[in-house]
């Protein structure tokens, strides 16, 4: 089993910056993938980020250009650098963990086997 924790949610104003973080813990996670998902109220939870173990790394359409996504195996820690962030990215954001995704799949996310209990993020205009 392993168990994810998140942190670095807060409020922050539009254009601002905010780095999140996932610890996971309980088990290896060097053959999975991580990813980020969002969910604001009223609104399914979508993609936003995912990284392998190789370093591969894949971005929803509405943030590539402004988020990062990297990992620290070593420390079993994924983070989520959001950079010019914007009012309609305030949500809960989750990190999750898959055993198993091929390509075409780690944008859904109920391919995810573990998620943490989210963290919120808040942007204000």
């Known amino acids: 089993q392993v168990q994810l924790v998140e942190s670095g949610g807060g409020l922050v104003q539009a254009g601002g910056s905010l780095r999140l973080s996932c610890t996971a813990s309980g088990r290896a996670f060097s053959s999975y993938v991580m990813g980020w998902f969002r969910q604001a109220p009223g609104k399914e939870r979508e993609f936003v980020a995912a990284?392998?173990?190789?370093?591969?790394?894949y971005y929803a359409e509405s943030v590539k250009g402004r988020f990062t996504i990297s990992s620290d195996n070593a420390k079993n820690l994924v983070y989520l650098q959001m950079y010019s962030l914007k009012p309609e990215d305030t949500a809960v954001y989750y990190c999750?963990?898959?055993?198993?995704?091929?390509?075409?799949?780690?944008?859904?996310?109920?391919?995810?086997?573990?998620w943490g209990q989210g963290t919120q993020v808040t942007v204000s205009s």
């Open positions: 990284i392998r173990y190789s370093g591969r790394s």
């Open positions: 999750a963990a898959a055993s198993w995704v091929d390509d075409g799949a780690v944008i859904t996310s109920h391919r995810y086997d573990n």
